[in-house]
Every structure is written in C-alpha cells, then in structure tokens.
C-alpha cells in the first residue's frame, strides 16, 4: 500500500510492501504520481496509487 508523508514543503511516498523503498516529490498529486509509477514497476496487481491519482485528475477537471 502506498502512503504519503507530507509536511508544507515536500512528500515522502512510502511502499508499506517494500520498507526499503522511497520517493520524494513537491506536492501530493506528485507524490501519487510516483507511487502510482512504483506500483506499476513492482505491484502490478495493486491499483490503489493509480486510483487515487486518476480521482484526482477527474475531480480536477470538473472543479471548474
């Protein structure tokens, strides 16, 4: 499961699965971005990154 960690300046995206695996990122959209981007690489059965990431794109294009 991917988690992230996030204060006002960065994103930790962590890997409950993999404990030796990290990533940093800006914002938290970024953050999805590359956890969504390690489940593809590892976890090519588990979708919750990406879901959460497509989520966010659609809410964003109907925010408007």
């Given at each position: ?62 925010a408007v």
């Amino acid at each position: 499961m991917i988690k992230l960690d996030s204060t006002r300046y960065s994103v930790v995206v962590l890997c409950t699965d993999c404990p030796w695996w990290f990533g940093f990122a800006d914002t938290r959209d970024q953050g999805w971005r590359v956890g969504a981007a390690h489940e593809e690489r590892t976890h090519t059965d588990r979708y919750q990154a990406r879901n959460a990431l497509s989520g966010r794109r659609s809410r964003a294009r109907h925010a408007v």
